[in-house]
């Protein structure tokens, strides 16, 4: 049986802080609804009502164009190990980008990473807890070094040419900044 609060409990930001991975979910009006994985000491609980995550290069960029649109998302995170538990944060969010008065102060909350696109700043509305019976065991072995490899072979401006090629438009067509 699932459970609602209103905010971020010490227990729930317990959690979340041990977990490796979460998964973040946005979606426009129309088109396809988008659920990615993220990692890479990417996201910091601010407060009982706020999370930030810094969103790094990938093959696609979808949470950029629905937040366009919607600001809605959603973040889950489930216990692979022991207690097991699904986590939910639901709310809205604002993107920052690299030329915002903010970025300076946000980004340096996480690890420096050449490839930071977007920091999500995320207005937690409601947090729901639910069983995760059917979640299997996993064990963490560690972080990928594919993404710190393929950065460290490109330049700041192969970044940003990537970026125009391969991230500016959604998958729906619409446009991420």
């Not at 008065?101 to 999500?120: C, G, K, T, V």
């Amino acid at each position: 049986m699932g459970k609602q609060f209103d905010k971020i409990e010490d227990a729930h930001r317990a959690f979340i802080e041990a977990q490796h991975m979460f998964f973040s979910g946005s979606a426009a009006p129309d088109g396809l609804v988008n659920i990615s994985p993220k990692g890479m000491e990417s996201l910091r609980v601010m407060g009982p009502n706020r999370i930030c995550w810094m969103n790094l290069t990938g093959s696609g960029n979808e949470t950029a164009g629905h937040l366009l649109e919607n600001p809605r998302m959603t973040l889950m995170w489930c216990s692979f190990t022991t207690r097991p538990i699904i986590l939910r944060t639901y709310g809205t969010a604002r993107t920052i980008l690299p030329d915002n008065y903010d970025w300076p102060e946000l980004a340096a909350l996480f690890p420096p990473h050449r490839s930071a696109r977007q920091i999500y700043d995320l207005k937690v509305d409601m947090v729901q807890t639910s069983c995760g019976y059917a979640v299997p065991f996993m064990e963490y072995k560690g972080e990928r070094e594919t993404m710190q490899k393929w950065v460290d072979g490109k330049s700041d401006d192969d970044i940003r040419t990537y970026w125009a090629e391969r991230n500016s438009t959604t998958l729906d067509g619409k446009p991420t900044r």
